[in-house]
């Protein structure tokens, strides 16, 4: 089977996670591994683990181990729904999926941060995921500053941008038919 990793890149509450989802329901083939279930895993089992500055390696691992196992043990398609801000450990990343025959693809949610901003004030999502924040708040705050890289075209085999919800839709619909396209190359 031709595999695609789709990778999502955003902010917190720019709906990485519902894309991911629905993704997941329209794909044949296809498993959402999602960082923030690890974290809320850990600090609701291991809390004790946790390294209390740095990176949080203890989920990477876990994200790590899950994705390893989902490449050699199953034929899906893997959706990364997870911020994956950082240019380089993205790529470090696609790399390895490219060098394991999978083609890539990067969904950048640009929404505006009044919206993200909005959404948050709304939001019912668990806090259980922090590690070294207080609220979904100062997690925008600090994805702001950080020198965001937006993805460039040749960062992955295809790459979308979602500047307004509206367009997730035919994104998705975009994305299933690479997968259709890419299935039917087998036959």
């Known amino acids: 089977m031709n595999r695609l ?92 999926f490219h060098d394991n025959g999978f083609e890539s693809v990067i969904v950048y949610f640009n929404l505006p941060n009044d919206l993200l901003e909005e959404r948050i004030g709304r939001s019912q999502r668990s806090k259980a995921i922090f590690r070294n924040a207080s609220n979904f708040l100062e997690v925008l705050e600090r994805q702001t500053n950080i020198e965001e890289v937006q993805p460039a075209k040749n960062e992955a085999n295809y790459v979308f941008e979602i500047k307004d919800p509206s367009e997730t839709s035919k994104i998705i619909q975009h994305i299933k038919e690479i997968s259709e396209f890419r299935a039917s190359e087998e036959e």
């Open 5 to 96: 990793i789709i990778m999502t890149i955003g902010k917190t509450h720019s709906g990485k996670t519902t894309f991911a989802k629905e993704l997941e329901s329209i794909l044949q083939q296809a498993i959402v591994i999602d960082q923030d279930n690890h974290a809320e895993f850990i600090n609701s089992h291991y809390k004790k683990l946790l390294a209390t500055e740095g990176a949080n390696t203890l989920k990477f691992s876990i994200t790590n181990t899950v994705v390893r196992y989902a490449m050699e043990q199953s034929d899906m398609h893997m959706i990364l729904s997870n911020a994956n801000l950082n240019k380089t450990v993205r790529s470090d990343i696609l790399q390895n």
